[in-house]
Antibody, heavy 120, light 106 residues
Framework: EVQLVESGGGLVQPGGSLRLSCAVS????????MDWVRQAPGKGLEWVGR??????????EYAASVKGRFIISRDDSKNSLYLQMNSLKTEDTAVYYC???????????WGQGTLVTVSS | SYELTQPPSVSVSPGQTASINCSGD??????ACWYQQKPGQSPVLVIY???KRPSGIPERFSGSNSGNTATLTIGGTQAMDEADYYC?????????FGGGTKLTVL
């Protein structure tokens, strides 16, 4: 059974940093591209970014809204995905989902999400 | 930047067909995906590559994509289909989501 479990969310002040983790199981993590998608309270889905797999040099892409502030990384030996969030703004408040990309670029498995609240 | 536009809400009677549109410039040249999200739950993929259904998704869910519009169609809509639906496409190496459509079954 495919499982993605996020952790690390919480309350942080504007300008602060937070690191989210996503532990995966039930599939060969190293084969897949992985993404982060967020959802502000009562709002729609917003893509944050992706990391490709080792075969594609672990290259990353980011949404314009987070580029230069957020960093996506992965540790294939630990079956884990990470999201380092720096210089946080109130508008970064959202539930953050860890998402697996299928072979046809679809988002086929989602975690349960972890809430990040940026507030003073 | 690329944008996808969905109607905020769609209503349908039980047993009838619901259609949710998603529009974007030359969207038909890209692949569209659709996700269902029920309150308090994570999104679930219901359609990918315009018209493919993942295993476990009922046959009443179908999709199409041509010109500037992708469409999610739910035939014989059931109460359990009441949810928010999001379209999604790739614009080069970035992902774009539509704003979401709340489907009400009444």
């Amino acid at each position: 059974e495919v499982q993605l479990v996020e952790s690390g969310g919480g309350l942080v002040q504007p300008g602060g940093s937070l690191r989210l983790s996503c532990a995966v199981s039930g599939f060969t993590f190293s084969d897949h591209y992985m993404d982060w998608v967020r959802q502000a309270p009562g709002k729609g889905l917003e893509w944050v970014g992706r990391t490709r797999n080792k075969a594609n040099s672990y290259t990353t892409e980011y949404a314009a809204s987070v580029k230069g502030r957020f960093i996506i990384s992965r540790d294939d030996s630990k079956n884990s995905l990470y999201l380092q969030m720096n210089s946080l703004k109130t508008e970064d408040t959202a539930v953050y989902y860890c998402v697996r990309e299928g072979v046809e670029d679809q988002f086929d498995y989602w975690g349960q999400g972890t809430l990040v609240t940026v507030s003073s | 930047s690329y944008e996808l536009t969905q109607p905020p809400s769609v209503s349908v009677s039980p047993g009838q067909t619901a259609s949710i549109n998603c529009s974007g410039d030359k969207l038909g040249d890209k692949y569209a995906c659709w996700y269902q999200q029920k309150p308090g739950q994570s999104p679930v993929l219901v359609i990918y590559q315009d018209r493919k259904r993942p295993s476990g998704i009922p046959e009443r869910f179908s999709g199409s994509n041509s010109g500037n519009t992708a469409t999610l169609t739910i035939g014989g809509t059931q109460a359990m289909d009441e949810a928010d639906y999001y379209c999604q496409a790739w614009d080069y190496s970035t992902v774009v989501f539509g704003g979401g459509t709340k489907l009400t079954v009444l």
